[in-house]
């Protein structure tokens, strides 16, 4: 299972970093990914990471704010949010995939594709 850890409530301008720990198997084999649902709204991709984590895949709206990382000896990926606005403000759920050949496309089959879905974490950001 995947579990998040490190939301909360955030000033705009802010920072947070999510974190998402591994357990019962190894992420090491997977493509590993942040996805996040605002009230009221569907699922979107927010940011993916390729298995070996040389390539990444950010959705437009976060690029350049936000920043994937994983520490496979930790079992763990993390989600480093800079410079917060309201809209992104969400219930944050990490995912892993195998068997896929870019972060990107891990990033756009969406939640129904993955292998491990995460309970997610909520993010507030307050104007």
């Known amino acids: 299972q995947l579990v998040e850890s490190g939301g909360g409530l955030v000033q705009a301008g802010g920072s947070l970093r999510l974190s998402c720990g591994a357990s019962?198997?190894?992420?090491?084999?997977?493509?590993v990914g942040w996805f996040r649902q605002a009230p009221g709204e569907d699922y979107e991709e927010v940011s993916c990471?390729?298995?070996?984590?040389?390539?990444?895949y950010y959705a437009p709206s976060v690029q350049g704010r936000f920043t994937i990382s994983r520490d496979n000896a930790k079992n763990m990926v993390f989600l480093q949010m800079n410079n917060l606005d309201p809209v992104d403000t969400a219930v944050y759920t990490c995912?892993?995939?195998?068997?896929?050949?870019?972060?990107?496309?891990?990033?756009?089959?969406?939640?129904?594709?993955?292998?491990?879905w995460g309970k997610g974490t909520p993010v507030t950001v307050s104007s």
């Open positions: 019962g198997f190894s992420l090491r084999d997977y493509a």
């Open positions: 995912a892993a995939l195998g068997g896929i050949s870019t972060p990107e496309a891990m990033c756009l089959i969406g939640r129904q594709g993955m292998d491990y």
């Open positions: 990471l390729s298995v070996r984590g040389d390539k990444t």
